[in-house]
């Protein structure tokens, strides 16, 4: 890889830095040289005058369980590269990967002060996390589309680089930043609203000038008949796991969750619980673990009489920067699960 008057570096996971799959997800950063898997393809697309100096790669474990450190490591690497601009992924859904490419593209741009573009897909974790730090472009949910997403990361990067003007969101291609450019209207901000009232009862198109999240409706499930005869399970989002984390579970984006035994048990011994969560104060819990899992008041409300039996084991996962369609999935295997071993009722706690 030469110098040039563009110097790139790219960053890649282990799987797209073929390192390997999940086995080799706890791998540290390393610096490649040589362009390796989309790196191959982004040296193809390079104009004269511009180069891929240096391609990070690092695995997604290794990232997701210590970003401050990786995050280090990998600046440290970067740094005597002087880049022109820093390129992510893209990391289309893969959340921990996503996650990893928003957090270094704000770490590159508030070190070296250069451009950061990276790409994914609307409900990547990484997406809400770090969209206002740097510009992501929408891609579609896989890989099958890299070579023209990765085309576009560099045409904005080019253009960023250049200082050219860069258009609205749905103009270019990317998600909104959250910012608010102020822009002079012959018409009022109450004319402009009522108008898109009126369109919208009326059927007809219109855009918003906010941009709202949108969610498809959750059903509620049907009341359990007799709650004195049921069956009733603890499961938390809020990552109460036993000491040494035995499952794993990601203090991000968890890719899945653990069950864990409290027959028996009137208390939860704060000595033997750790939380596996990284957005919010845990110390609280930690000194506390029945603000998150109520062992103590369920115990009560079983010997009150108030339902039949609880269940012997809590469930836990973390819900914390999690793509939709991974927590419903998350969502379906805690259902089947506990459906299976013959539950009737869940009471479900957060942060």
């Keep these: 890889m030469q110098e040039s008057r563009l110097n790139v570096v790219l960053y890649l996971n282990q799987f797209f830095g073929q390192v390997g799959g999940e086995e080799a997800a706890g791998i540290g950063p390393r610096l490649v040289r040589e362009p390796v898997g989309p790196g191959r393809a982004l040296v193809s697309m390079l104009q004269s005058g511009e180069g891929l100096i240096g391609i990070v790669v690092c695995g997604d474990n290794y990232f997701a369980e210590q970003p401050e450190r990786a995050t280090a490591e990998i600046l440290e690497l970067i740094e005597p590269l002087k880049p022109d601009l820093f390129l992510a992924g893209p990391a289309y859904n893969a959340g921990r990967y996503g996650v990893a490419c928003g957090a270094l593209c704000q770490a590159v741009h508030e070190r070296f002060s250069v451009p950061t573009v990276t790409g994914l897909y609307q409900e990547n974790p990484g997406l809400d996390l770090y969209r206002q ?13 890299m070579a023209p997403d990765l085309e576009r990361m560099l045409v904005l990067g080019r253009r960023l680089r250049a200082e050219e003007p860069i258009g609205r969101p749905h103009e270019e291609g990317y998600f909104s930043r959250g910012i608010l450019v102020a822009e002079r209207s012959e018409r009022s901000a109450a004319t402009r609203a009522v108008d898109m009232l009126l369109a919208k009862v009326g059927g007809r198109p219109f855009e918003s000038e906010v941009e709202l999240p949108t969610f498809a409706p959750t059903p509620a499930a049907p009341p ?6 049921a069956t009733v399970a603890l499961v938390t989002d809020g990552g109460l796991v036993p000491l040494g984390n035995p499952d794993g579970i990601e203090n991000r984006a968890a890719t899945r969750f653990g069950h864990y035994s409290i027959a028996g048990l009137d208390q939860l011994d704060p000595a033997n619980y750790e939380v596996s969560h990284g957005g919010y104060d845990t110390a609280f819990v930690k000194a506390d673990p029945h603000r998150l899992v109520p062992l103590d ?19 836990s996962t973390t819900g914390l920067a999690n793509p939709l369609e991974n927590s419903r999935r998350i969502g379906r295997e805690m259902a089947e699960y506990l459906k299976a071993d013959g539950v009737d009722a869940v009471i479900l706690t957060s942060t």
């Design 133 to 145: 730090h740097t510009f992501v472009l929408e891609t579609g949910d896989n890989a099958r589309t």
């Design 224 to 229: 359990v008949r007799d709650l004195r005869q």
């Design 297 to 315: 008041v369920a115990r009560e409300m079983e010997r009150a009489g108030a339902f039949a039996h609880l269940y012997p084991e809590f469930l």
